[in-house]
């Protein structure tokens, strides 16, 4: 889809659904903090939005559904998750359910799973298990050989709707030995399980996402057909492992709509609460805050937009991406949660307030981002096995290579550039060295000093400086790479679980952001809608990541948080979603006087 036709799906949905503040929309706030309260799954919510259409655009459109690219699915899921981050999850784990069958599925298993979920049939992903976590390899659900098909045997749990849904793809050992070639998928369909042999798990309370399906299903010689197979025997670990880089990228939209949520929120309370005859929005440090806040959101932004559409520009990168912003966004955006607290003051504790109890909500609702689908430590674990490799090829590339990354950036950070066709099964499990934000920074920073030298004035300035500073950052790439060559040398086999080795693979994630940010102000440039782009605004984006290295030293001035201020303003004013995609949102409709109290 073009950005202006994905824009016109985005605007329709959220005419649908209206704006949440108004207990009389389809996904009121009201409505869902009582759901929230009360741990009860949102049937309602999923159900219209099913109707709507929403599922359809995440699944493919070559065989049954309306999905061409990725992009336009994670963006009406983020405004989904804006209201609800429950309901995103429970509608958006049937999407991450069919997955393995868009990896390496038939034709014909396609087809028939897509017919049965327009019917109104649920999926879940059946991956993992209580005593095994992310150690798939240990996985002990088996898959026994028998006349016609196979007999799943033991339990998978926690696993997000695994009760509410009537199919669950199943991770199982089919092979006596252990290791990678061990494992098989299968797609459990409970309708047709022999009575006695499928028990559903308890829901499990939770402290956030409280009205998501949590639970796990048991299985006793339960069979499956040969029919039910994905992919060969053997064939299941890479297919989880594929699905799993997918996931860890789609699932951000959770990460972005909380913040973006309640940094309306906050910013409603502070442009209307006037203390000492002035609203708190005009005390400077208030207004430092928000505005980090927004660029913190914005250069999250930058980094998914790459990494979404990687997962059909770069494909074979995206072990890479994936694990990045996976890493990057929620660990930033907890930190940015934490600082609208700061503004909100009181009102962070109002548990019944129609207007507050969201940010409490989304505040709980956020931490689900970090969890699921490979943590912290799984993600940066990946970087690190990677680090060398991709910091030898960022340090001396090929001239061929950075060249071919510079081309290949223009359509990956590019909102208005046409994306492939998503072919799952050509994601990469290792990156070979390739990190095209990295590879095409230079190209990114030549064309930002040529924006530069374009404009006038203010913006000139900015913009020089930006590219300084994003040149400060990308002149890490070297010194990084001799202290993994050196760590490596140190500790030998003892390097891969290092502490150490993480916290550079924690920098490598910054100096990718820091790229990410530059390449979407330089390819997107001419399709960004007032406000954006900004100078002053890129400048902030660059200053909130070099304080993660350099966490006392501030680098903008009250000029330039006044001008992010307007840019902000003027979103928020225009009821524009807080991303460099700007979708229209919901008309207000409610006594904005609700905010001051």
């Known amino acids: 889809m073009s950005k202006s036709d994905v824009t016109e799906l985005a605007a329709r949905l959220e005419e649908y659904l209206g704006d949440p503040h108004d207990p009389g929309s389809r996904m009121p706030f009201a409505q869902i903090l009582d759901h929230d309260e ?73 087809r028939s799973l897509i017919a049965d979920m327009k019917c109104g049939s649920s999926v879940s992903w059946g991956l993992s ?50 290791g990678p070639a061990a494992y098989s998928l299968f797609l459990l369909d409970k309708w047709e399980a022999d009575a006695g042999t499928v028990d559903d798990l308890p829901f499990e309370d939770l402290y956030g996402v409280r009205a998501l399906d949590l639970s796990g299903v048991r299985m006793k010689g339960t069979f499956v ?55 708190i929005s005009d005390v400077p440090y208030t207004r430092r805050q928000l505005t980090e806040a927004f660029a913190d959101l914005m250069l999250a932004d930058a980094a998914i937009l790459g990494a979404v ?36 003051g009181a009102r962070t504790f109002l548990r019944g307030h129609e207007h507050y109890a969201m940010h409490q909500k989304m505040l709980r609702d956020i931490l689900i981002t970090n969890i699921a689908d490979g943590n912290t430590v799984v993600n940066l674990r990946n970087i690190g096995h990677q680090l060398q490799g991709l910091l030898t090829e960022a340090a001396a590339p090929e001239p061929a290579g950075r060249e071919a990354a510079a081309e290949r950036a223009a359509t990956l950070f590019g909102m208005d550039e046409e994306l492939p066709v998503y072919e799952p099964d050509k994601q990469e499990l290792f990156s070979r060295g390739l990190d095209d934000a990295l590879l095409a920074a230079p190209d990114g920073l030549s064309r930002l000093r040529a924006l530069a030298e374009d404009a006038k004035g203010t913006e000139r300035d900015r913009l020089l400086r930006a590219a300084d500073l994003a040149q400060e950052l990308l002149d890490r790439i ?17 390097y891969g679980q290092s502490p150490e080795l993480f916290e550079l693979a924690k920098e490598y994630c910054l100096l990718h952001a820091a790229s990410a940010c530059v390449l979407t102000f330089v390819h997107s440039h001419d399709a960004l809608e007032d ?11 660059l200053e909130r990541l070099r304080k993660q290295l350099y966490p006392h030293e501030t680098v903008t001035n009250q000029a330039v948080v006044d001008d992010v201020m307007r840019v902000l303003r003027h979103m928020h004013r225009e009821n524009r979603l807080f991303s460099h995609w700007q979708f229209p949102l919901a008309e207000r409709v409610v006594d904005d006087a609700l905010a001051r109290c």
Do not use: C
């Not at 006349?147 to 009760?163: H, M, Q, S």
């Open 478 to 494: 070297g010194p990084l790479s001799a202290s993994a060559a050196a760590l490596k040398a140190e500790l030998g086999p003892a």
């Open 129 to 178: 298990e209580r005593e095994h976590g992310s150690d798939l390899v240990a996985n002990e659900v088996v898959a026994e050989k028998v006349d016609g098909g196979y007999r799943l045997t033991g339990e998978k749990w926690p696993i997000g709707n695994a009760t509410v849904a009537d199919k669950m793809i199943v991770f199982a050992r089919t092979g006596r030995r252990s």
């Open 38 to 110: 009360r741990g009860e799954y949102p049937y309602q919510f999923v159900a219209l939005l099913r109707r709507w259409g929403v599922l359809d655009h995440t699944l493919p459109a070559a065989h049954g559904g309306r999905a061409g690219n990725v992009e336009t699915g994670f963006s009406l899921m983020r405004l989904i998750a804006r209201r609800d981050p429950s309901t995103a999850v429970g509608l958006a784990l049937n999407s991450l359910g069919f997955m393995p069958l868009w990896v390496l599925g038939t034709d014909e298993q396609n």
């Open 309 to 344: 559409r990687a997962l059909q520009a770069a494909p074979e990168q995206i072990s890479v991406w994936s694990s990045v912003v996976k890493f990057l966004v929620p660990t930033l955006l907890e930190k940015t949660m934490s600082q609208l607290n700061v503004v909100l």
């Open 531 to 541: 406000p954006l782009p900004s100078g002053a605004l890129l400048l902030l984006q």
């Open 225 to 279: 057909p040969d029919s039910a197979r994905i992919g060969r025997e053997g064939n299941g670990l890479e297919i989880a492992l594929k699905t799993s880089q997918t996931a860890r990228v789609v699932l951000m939209h959770l990460a972005l709509s909380a913040v973006d949520t309640s940094l309306r929120l906050a910013l409603d309370f502070a442009e209307r609460r006037v203390l000492l005859g002035d609203t």
